[in-house]
């Protein structure tokens, strides 16, 4: 009997064994050491300074 369509009935979340857990991390690891030293790029820099000047002046009208 299938459980689709049965509300009541809660599917177990599927699992990943320890293989395959360790080669996705490793993975994961691998992708990130290459961008980890790069430098910000100034229009993403310029983007969060916009930001935190929007949330201080939320924060004003707030206060």
């Given amino acids: 009997m299938s459980s689709k369509g049965n509300l009541d009935q809660k599917a177990s979340p599927p699992r990943l064994g320890p293989d395959d857990r360790e080669q996705i991390g490793a993975h994961l690891q691998a992708v990130f050491s290459e961008i980890e030293g790069q430098p910000i790029p100034d229009e993403q820099i310029d983007?969060?300074?916009a930001?935190?000047?929007?949330?201080r002046e939320l924060g004003r009208k707030e206060a």
């Fill in 47 to 49: 983007l969060l300074l």
């Fill in 51 to 55: 930001l935190r000047r929007v949330e």
